[in-house]
C-alpha cells in the first residue's frame, strides 16, 4: 500500500507538503489556548502538547466533592476539544492521590434532598447522580488524548474507578490502592468492576480486590497489571509520565488519536467488529497529511517530523 501512495514523482511533492504543514504548524503555536479556571483541579502546560492534570484539594486529600465529580467531565470534554492538546498527565496534590468520594459533602448533600420523596423518586434522584459521576469518569476514556495517570500514596474507591479510565498508569513505591466500597456498604458503580477485570491480568484477583476492600501495593499494583511502572518517588514519577507524554505528543496526532479509539473499541467488541471500525477510520485517516508526511520522514530518515494541530 505505501509504494502504491508514496511513488517516486510523488516524493517531491510530498516534501513540499511537509514544508506546508509544518509552517502552518509554526505559525499557530504562538496561539495557546488557555484553560479553564477549575476549583478543584489544575491544569498546566509542561511542554507543548502536553497537558498536565491535577486533582487539587490537597487540604481535603483530594476527596472527589461534587464540583470535582463535575469538573473532571467538563476538563476531560475540553481536553479532547482542544487541539494543543496531545496527551494528558493526570496526578494529584499534596499527600495523597485521593482519598475517593467525599462521603461528608455527597451524602450530607443528598441526604436532605431525598427525605421526603417517595422510592421511585428517590431512585430517579440516585441514578441521575450516578450516572453524571460515571459520565465524568468515561470522560477520560472518551477524550481521544491519550491519558497517563501518575499516582501517588492512596488511591481509594472513586479514584481507582478513575484511574481505571486512563490509558496508562504508573505509580510512585509508596502508592497504595483499595477499592473501598464494600467498606462502606455499596458496590463499586463508577467504572471498577467493569474496566478492572480488562485491566488487571487475573480476575480471581480483582473479585479479591472487591470483596475483600483490602489495600494492593505498589508492587502487587505492577505485577498484577493494575500499573505498567513503578518510580522511586513522586519527583522521578512525574518525570517519568511527562517524559512518555512528551514521546507521545512528538507522533502524529492522527495516528494516536485513532489508535487510542482502536484500542477503545476493540476492548468492547469482537475481533471482527474491531477491524471493521478501525478500517472505516482508516480509510479516512491514510488520506491525511501525518500519514504522508510521517511516510516521507521515515523513508528519508529525517527526524522531529512536525504535525499540523488536530
Ligand atoms: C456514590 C457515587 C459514586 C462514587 C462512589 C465512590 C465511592 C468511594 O470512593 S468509596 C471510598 C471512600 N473513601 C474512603 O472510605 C476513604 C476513607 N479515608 C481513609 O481511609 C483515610 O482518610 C486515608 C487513608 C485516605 C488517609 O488517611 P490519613 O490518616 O492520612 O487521614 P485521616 O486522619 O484518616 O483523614 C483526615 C481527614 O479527612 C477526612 N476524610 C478522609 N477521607 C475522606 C473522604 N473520602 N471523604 C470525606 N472526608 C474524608 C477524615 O474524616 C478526616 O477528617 P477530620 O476527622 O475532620 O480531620
Given at each position: ?61 483530594n476527596?472527589m ?32 492521590f485521593t482519598a475517593g ?53 492512596a488511591c481509594v474507591g472513586g479514584g481507582l474507578n478513575l484511574i ?147
Amino acid at each position: 500500500m505505501l509504494s502504491t501512495l508514496v511513488t517516486k514523482p510523488a516524493f517531491g511533492l510530498l516534501f513540499s507538503h511537509l514544508k506546508t504543514g509544518a509552517s502552518k504548524f509554526v505559525s499557530s503555536t504562538a496561539k495557546m489556548s488557555a484553560q479553564k479556571n477549575y476549583e478543584t483541579l489544575a491544569v498546566t502546560i509542561p511542554h507543548e502538547f502536553v497537558y498536565h492534570v491535577e486533582l487539587n484539594r490537597p487540604e481535603k486529600l483530594n476527596a472527589m466533592n461534587l464540583t470535582m465529580w463535575s469538573e473532571i467531565g467538563k476538563c476531560f470534554e475540553n481536553l479532547d476539544n482542544d487541539e494543543n492538546c496531545r496527551v494528558v498527565v493526570l496526578s494529584a496534590a499534596g499527600k495523597i492521590f485521593t482519598a475517593g468520594l467525599d462521603f461528608k459533602q455527597v451524602f450530607l448533600k443528598m441526604g436532605p434532598e431525598l427525605a421526603d420523596l417517595d422510592v421511585a423518586r428517590k431512585a430517579k434522584v440516585i441514578s441521575t447522580s450516578l450516572r453524571s459521576f460515571q459520565k465524568s469518569i468515561t470522560s477520560i476514556e472518551l477524550c481521544k488524548k491519550p491519558v497517563l495517570t501518575a499516582i501517588h500514596s492512596a488511591c481509594v474507591g472513586g479514584g481507582l474507578n478513575l484511574i481505571a479510565a486512563a490509558d496508562i498508569r504508573y505509580c510512585s513505591k509508596d502508592a497504595w490502592f483499595q477499592l473501598k466500597e464494600v467498606d462502606i456498604g455499596m458496590a463499586a458503580d463508577v467504572g471498577a468492576l467493569q474496566r478492572l477485570p480488562k485491566i488487571m491480568n487475573s480476575d480471581s484477583f480483582v473479585r479479591e480486590l472487591c470483596y475483600t476492600a483490602r489495600k494492593v501495593e505498589a508492587p502487587e499494583a505492577l505485577s498484577s497489571g493494575l500499573v505498567s511502572r513503578v518510580f522511586e518517588d513522586k519527583e522521578s514519577l512525574i518525570k517519568g509520565a511527562i517524559d512518555t507524554a512528551q514521546d507521545i505528543a512528538k507522533k502524529s496526532p492522527v495516528a494516536v488519536q485513532t489508535t487510542k479509539v482502536g484500542l477503545v473499541y476493540a476492548r468492547d467488541h469482537s475481533v471482527q467488529d474491531g477491524l471493521d471500525q478501525i478500517a472505516s477510520w482508516n480509510q479516512l485517516m491514510l488520506q491525511s497529511e501525518d500519514f504522508m508526511n510521517a511516510v516521507v520522514a521515515q523513508a528519508s530518515k529525517q527526524k522531529d517530523v512536525v504535525f499540523s494541530k488536530l
